[in-house]
């Protein structure tokens, strides 16, 4: 049998599969290889881009890098280290390396994606994200979403506190990338808007939208008349959770209640947020500590527990962190108002006496334990009992237009509030919790 001569078929069948990716021989292995992850439409277009900034020696200074990107910005802190990675420590950046950064970034699985981004923070390749890089990386992604010049006149406990929440049981010497991996999937926002550094750069795209488009959108908050300052729900926490919510609970977030405005009055909690859609529940403690729930289903008056699995709770002081369900049982929220002997006031997993997180009737009082509903390792807040300061809730989506479905309780959840507390409690079990009808108005 014939034997074909290697090299001269090996360069035919490289010239053909790069003719149909736009792949020119001429390029390396690596660059052939991220190619293959573009359309050619896609790769004319970047390369249109880059050779509208690039100078005659076909590359890019970290100014000019820069610009390509749209992302003058980027404080030097970041951009110095996304230009480090893509240049692979260069001091200028060719067509070859920009294709394989946002293939390796942008047309990756996510874990390869992630991989890239940690490298972005870990400038020594110790395998290790230092603290104070990542708190000045947090820092920097968020003002970039927020139009915020970095590194003025901002508070950065709020990102410390981030990072306490990362770097919580893993080594003192830095982040790992399993570390990094598993927060981010709590916390998106920091992961998003890194990969999100490399989205622009073609022909097409539109440079005056890039910062709005191509980061973690920060939704647009009303305040009900109350000054920002005065808020719980800061700007940097807003982004924070925005990341992890469904974009379209991403653009408008309303005040619905303030305990320092409206009163520590429940019936006035009620009448502000009852069935107006999912919500963030913030309550301060008079310790100082911050914490609350996500409630993906409406406040409604319900003599039992009620939501989905879409529902969290949450720390943002001493420490940021979320607490997904943990599969353990289905009492994701519960809302309590004007019962004889059942629970009033609201309340996230647990059962009753022993709640993940509950507020009394009264708004004065609460407690939070470590419960099987949610994957909180201990108390929310500095005691399992405390004291309420402040409690804030916000409507992260605009109600639809026709009512949201009831959830409140039936005849037996209306007059058997005895056999409702068992279920509460886990002592009982309900057969008629199917045959629901429309609530009772309230008194």
């Not at 320092?260 to 009852?274: D, E, I, L, P």
């Not at 309340?347 to 994957?375: N, P, R």
């Not at 479905?405 to 079990?429: C, H, I, P, Q, Y």
Request: with cysteine; net charge negative; charged share 20%.
């Amino acid at each position: 049998m014939s034997q074909r001569s290697g090299p001269s078929w090996m360069a035919q069948c490289t010239s053909f599969v790069g003719s149909i990716f736009g792949v020119s021989s001429s390029h390396g292995p690596g660059y052939q290889e991220a190619a293959r992850r573009f359309t050619k439409d896609e790769l004319s277009s970047l390369q249109a881009g880059f050779d509208k900034i690039c100078g005659s020696d076909h590359s890019l200074d970290k100014s000019a890098f820069l610009e390509f990107l749209s992302l003058q910005d980027l404080d030097s802190f970041l951009a110095g280290r996304l230009f480090t990675v893509v240049s692979q420590g260069q001091d200028r950046v060719t067509f070859d390396q920009l294709v394989i950064a946002k293939a390796n970034c942008l047309k990756a699985t996510s874990d390869e994606a992630a991989s890239f981004c940690f490298n972005i923070l870990d400038a020594g390749r110790r395998g290790l994200v230092s603290h104070d890089s990542f708190v000045t990386a947090i820092q920097s992604c968020a003002a970039l979403a927020l139009h915020q010049q970095a590194g003025v006149n901002q508070d950065s406990r709020w990102a410390e506190d981030t990072a306490a929440g990362a770097f919580e049981g893993g080594s003192s010497q830095g982040l790992s990338l399993n570390a990094f991996l598993s927060w981010s999937k709590q916390l998106p926002a920091l992961l998003t808007s890194l990969k999100s550094l490399l989205a622009a750069g073609s022909v097409e795209t539109d440079t005056t939208a890039t910062s709005t488009t191509n980061h973690v959108k920060v939704p647009r908050m009303m305040y009900s008349e109350l000054s920002p300052s005065s808020c719980l729900m800061t700007p940097q926490f807003a982004w924070l959770f925005s990341s992890r919510l469904p974009p379209k609970q991403s653009d408008v977030w309303e005040l619905l209640f303030h305990s320092n405005k409206h009163g520590q009055s429940f019936n006035t909690f009620m009448g502000k947020v009852a069935g107006k859609g999912p919500t963030l529940l913030l309550v301060k403690d008079k310790q100082g500590q911050l914490f609350g729930g996500y409630a993906s289903e409406p406040w409604l008056k319900n003599g039992k527990y009620y939501g989905n699995f879409s529902t969290f709770l949450f720390q943002l002081l001493p420490k940021v962190a979320m607490y997904n369900p943990s599969g353990a049982n289905q009492n994701f929220q519960y809302c309590g108002h004007n019962f004889a002997s059942l629970p009033n006031g609201i309340g996230f997993g647990g059962q009753v006496g022993y709640w993940s997180l509950f507020v009394d009737g009264l708004f004065e009082k609460g407690m939070s334990h470590k419960g099987a509903t949610y994957t909180n390792p201990a108390s929310l807040s500095a005691d399992t009992k405390f004291e309420v300061d402040v409690v804030e809730c916000w409507l992260t989506q605009q109600p639809e237009e026709e009512a949201t479905a009831s959830a409140a309780g039936s005849v037996l959840d209306r007059f058997k509030e005895d056999r409702n507390l068992m279920d509460l409690a886990g002592k009982g079990t309900s057969h008629s919790a199917g045959y629901r009808e429309a609530p009772p108005e309230e008194d």
